[in-house]
């Protein structure tokens, strides 16, 4: 099982707290778009024998680009690599580019599931935010796009905004519900170094929330979608009746995965690189035929600490017969895992470590204790 996630460098406006590789400047969204099929080529070299059961476009905004330019770089996957029939096509998207024409075009495409940027229902916190769209835009993204027919839509939205009372933060949560996506991303603010939104709030022109208020509100997040019949299956994702993205279940369940684009990531589990995160180094790169890639290969101790990191934040845990594999731990490490299932943190099987509803609160902090460092 692997996947291929391409990634496209441009949005419409800078979003104030976001610090993900783009550009507002369009003018070589072609030329992009040549450069990504190209690398899509280079890598076909190396990355033989695959049969991608995902393809991701992340961004950025990749709902920026036109009908053309995305089938081209469906074309493009599919003329390179194998892929699979029942194919999971992801679109990422803003709610303004979702027109019904768009929507009919991309359906048109190939493109299965949907992932619309909704992040707030309320103007006044889009605004701050420096989102390109409105409210009212989120709401009518998914009506038309249920209206087309597109039965996989995944919503995401942010808790952890200035000003945000838990009340309003439940009302979000009622308003995401009842358009009944079957899937939601729900993500904490953070405040990244060199964004606007670090800007104010070291200026004390805006104050996030506390830790404290953080908390309730993902536990008012857990607790309201689970009523609501969604299933928490990783820490920050939900969805209904096992609609799992399976782009991002294949990522955190350690599968291959390919990256295409400027600061794209790639993981063939032995090696990762990451592509350079500058449209015009990738773009002459590519030109020259050269990847722009750093490589690390990685210890077993890398991988074991890496499928700790990401398995605990799942409903599946991690696989000890797959981690053992990689490093035989001390009886120290099994005190500590020990210690934790006594206070009910985590559930420790002959498979697996899985955390508990009360372990998912400290996950970061339970992995850091649980990581095992080379000598
Ligand atoms: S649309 Fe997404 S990637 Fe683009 S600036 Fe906003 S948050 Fe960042």
């Not at 993205?245 to 684009?261: D, E, V």
């Not at 090696?271 to 990847?291: M, P, T």
Request: proline share 3%; charged share 20%; aromatic share 10%.
């Amino acid at each position: 099982m692997s996947g291929c996630y391409i990634h496209i460098p441009f949005c419409a406006q800078k979003c104030s707290y976001c610090d993900f590789h783009f550009s507002t400047n369009h003018a070589y969204q072609d030329e992009m778009v040549d450069a990504l099929c190209a690398e899509l080529a280079i890598r076909s070299t190396t990355w033989t024998n695959e049969n991608f059961q995902t393809i991701y476009f992340g961004g950025g905004t990749p709902s920026i680009l036109t009908s053309v330019q995305l089938q081209k770089l469906i074309d493009c996957v599919k003329s390179n690599y194998q892929v699979s029939d029942s194919v999971e096509i992801t679109l990422e998207c803003n709610p303004d580019d979702c027109s019904p024409a768009h929507l009919i075009a991309w359906k048109e495409l190939g493109v299965n599931r949907l992932s619309i940027g909704i992040q707030s229902f309320h103007d006044h916190q889009l605004e701050w935010m420096n989102r390109s769209h409105k409210a009212a835009d989120g709401l009518n993204a998914v009506l038309h796009a249920k209206e087309v027919g597109f039965d996989e839509l995944s919503l995401d939205i942010m808790y952890g905004l200035p000003g945000m009372t838990l009340e309003e933060w439940k009302e979000q949560l009622f308003g995401i519900i009842a358009l009944a996506p079957e899937h939601i991303s729900a993500y904490c603010l953070t405040v990244e170094q060199k964004t606007a939104l670090s800007k104010w709030v070291k200026e004390g022109k805006l104050t996030v929330s506390s830790n404290e208020q953080q908390s309730e509100q993902f536990e008012a997040l857990v607790t309201t979608l689970k009523s609501a019949g969604y299933e928490q299956y990783e820490i920050s994702n939900f969805a209904r009746e096992g609609k799992y993205s399976r782009h991002n279940t294949s990522y955190w369940k350690g599968a291959k995965y390919l990256g295409i684009g400027p600061s794209a990531h790639g993981f063939d589990q032995t090696k990762r690189y990451w592509n350079q995160a500058n449209n015009k180094v990738y773009l002459n790169e590519i030109k020259q035929g050269r990847l722009p890639e750093t490589v690390e290969i990685l210890s077993p101790f890398d991988r074991f600490n890496e499928a700790i990191m990401i398995g605990l934040r799942t409903k599946w845990g991690v696989s000890t017969t797959q981690l053992f594999k990689l490093v035989s731990p001390d009886p120290e490490w099994f005190q500590i895992v020990k210690d934790y299932e006594d206070k009910h943190l985590l559930i420790q099987t002959e498979e697996n470590i899985v955390l508990t509803e009360a372990g998912r609160l400290l996950a970061d902090a339970i992995a850091s204790d649980l990581f095992i460092l080379e000598n």
